[in-house]
């Protein structure tokens, strides 16, 4: 949680810094964020498979077989992330522009020139974040999240003040705005995969590098990792239409979108994030020491924990939703656009921290199909189907999409609930770890 903290704040430091220049700029920065969300759900996907096995292995010991998971996804990671850099390099200025086709065009040839810099900046960078993605997962799959938040807590700090430094122009340096925010990204994304590498490859971690031998590791990384690739995928392509449809009504509701949704991810994600990777590992090493029960018991106080924690700043969020997005931004038009999305996160909390938890408790048990199905579901029927029909068609403006993204988030908690208490995935999680060799009879 403390790692997420510092990695959400270095976020909202990106949206503070360049809402000091315009609203276009916040625009820019946000859609040029949803393509880099493409290689980040790469990562997580890998992640997700790393940790499922890399906890599993752990709890019954087949430290080998963790060690080869490990050195295979982040060998994958770094393969994936190289078409990612040729595309932002060749074509980031078009592919910004592409989603404003609708909008005025001054206003998106402005945000898809400064989108695309920065765009091509980042994702030079793409192979790295795979790596420190992969690593950090694979690492708390192990039970140690304290390398983890070392490593992202010195990077996260370094991006911040090279945000802060570089894109207003500090101590001297030139004033390189929105290019600066995107250097410091990629100098922290390229800091956190060095510094992950040096730590499984020296004594600081259990965790180590082998030579990958073993194609039924690999398989099971990837079909674990499949579904949780999918999902971020989806999530992201569906962004895409979903922001245009913003564009729809404006660039200040647009950038309105991305400050209430910075204040809600900067006040309950690292919350959120953290209880899912704790409910992966706890649900995950239980099962690895051949206790099923164990497992459902930590996947629902895990649950529990976040609905009284999370919930509650979902309250406070709520309440002070007006003066949060008054720290972002005080331009008239984009100010109650920005309050609302962050009232409407706030009230949709308890939801999101179930569902969250619990797709976390089923990622430990090695199913990653069925938040899959839960958040595929929510995305296509509410956030942007319900929210364009009643938005658009039905002419209830953005209203519709503040419900759209209400109804999003309960679906999805109700999909995944039904799916840990109904669902196979023990069984099914202890025939995998039997099929490597992984079960502690076999340590």
Known sequence: MVEQVTRTLMRTTDILVTALFSPLAVAAIGLADLYAR???????GLGAGAIALSSQDTGSGATTNRDEAVTQALLVGVLAGIPFALFGVLSGEQAIALLGFWADRDEIAEVADL????????????PARHVALVGARALQG?????????????????????SLVLGLGLLGVPRLEIVGVGIATAVGNVFTAVAFLTAIATDWTEAEFVYPRRLVIA???????????????VATVIEFPFNALLLVFGAEVNAGYQIGRRVYQQLTSPLSRGLNVGASIVVGQSLGEGDPGAARFDGWATAALGLVTVGTLGVVLAVFADPLAGLFTDDPATLPVAAAFAFTYGVTAPFTVLYVSLAGALQGGSDTTTPFLARTLGLLVFYLGFSAVTSVFLDWGVFGVYLGIFLYYV???LVVAAGFRYGDWAARATEMMAERGSTADDN
Do not use: C, H, W
């Not at 989108?115 to 793409?126: C, K, S, V």
């Not at 192990?142 to 090279?162: C, Q, R, W």
């Open 411 to 413: 679906s999805a908690f």
């Open 115 to 126: 989108g695309g810099t920065y765009l091509a900046i980042i994702f030079l960078t793409a």
């Open 142 to 162: 192990t039970g140690d999240t304290y390398t983890p938040m070392y490593v992202n807590v010195a990077s996260n700090g370094l991006n911040i003040v090279l």
């Open 219 to 233: 398989r099971q990384l990837l079909v674990v990792s499949a579904p949780k690739v999918l999902e971020g995928l």
């Open 38 to 44: 493409l290689p980040l759900r790469i990562g997580l």
